[in-house]
């Protein structure tokens, strides 16, 4: 069993819809939460952390984190085609200050 | 002010081969963290550096080494390369000063094996 699942989608949505995202993992021990978006042929780009449990939001993006049930949520609003990317989830326990573990990522594509 | 940048973009080498791949860190940064993504897949970590030496390392074998030089700057060395080892190589970079949270990843090497 992979530490971190996340379904791999592609997921498609018109645009103006509201987009969740999601990841489960199983490391009690993560504690800090993150949402990269990656372009095709690019590197992955930072859009949200989270440390521990709670809320979080950025303009369009919220991201959540409910550690009792080990599930984390990036949920966007108002999608724009420019959306449309891979999104990884990403996490790490408080003494990896180095090592992220990644979901596998979620293809995303927003239609006009 | 420039990101992390890595070379070469592409690269293409033979079973058996060895291959050298380069990264320099966002400016400010110290630490840099070398990820491997086969396709399809989230980045998986390969080891990280900071002060020159190797501080952690993730489940890769021993023909993955890297360095760090005084500059910051790395490289990851990947010898008798296997059909396997094709992927996006990412390389990126924090402040260890900084928050942690806060990796910066470079646009990445892809390495076709053949």
């Known amino acids: 069993q992979k530490e971190v699942e996340q379904d791999p989608g592609p997921l498609s949505v018109p645009e103006g819809a509201i987009v969740s995202l999601n990841c489960t993992y199983s490391?009690?021990?993560?504690?800090?939460f993150m949402w990269y978006r990656q372009y095709s042929r690019k590197g992955p780009e930072l859009l949200m952390y989270?440390?521990?449990?709670g809320n979080k939001e950025d303009g369009r993006f919220t991201a959540q984190v409910d550690k009792s049930s080990k599930y984390i949520s990036l949920f966007i609003r108002d999608s724009q085609p420019s959306d449309s990317a891979t999104y990884l989830c990403?996490?790490?326990?408080?003494?990896?200050?180095?090592?992220?573990?990644f979901g596998q990522g979620t293809t995303l594509q927003v239609k006009p | 002010d420039a990101g992390v940048t890595q070379s070469p973009t592409h690269l293409i080498k033979t079973r058996g081969q060895q291959v050298t791949l380069r990264c320099s860190p966002k400016?400010?940064?110290?630490?840099v963290s070398w990820y491997q993504q086969a396709l399809g897949q989230g980045p998986q970590f390969i080891f990280q550096?900071?002060?020159?030496?190797?501080?952690q390392r993730g489940n890769f074998p021993d023909r993955f080494s890297g360095h760090q030089f005084p500059n910051y700057s790395s490289e990851l060395n990947v010898n008798a390369l296997l059909l396997g080892d094709s992927a996006l190589y990412l390389c990126?970079?924090?402040?260890?000063?900084?928050?942690?949270?806060?990796?910066?990843f470079g646009p990445g090497t892809r390495l076709t094996v053949l």
């Open positions: 990126a970079s924090r402040s260890r000063a900084g928050v942690y949270n806060e990796q910066f």
């Open positions: 490391n009690s021990a993560f504690q800090y």
């Open positions: 989270t440390y521990s449990s």
């Open positions: 990403a996490m790490r326990s408080s003494s990896n200050t180095g090592k992220l573990i």
């Open positions: 400016s400010g940064h110290d630490t």
């Open positions: 550096y900071y002060e020159e030496e190797e501080r």
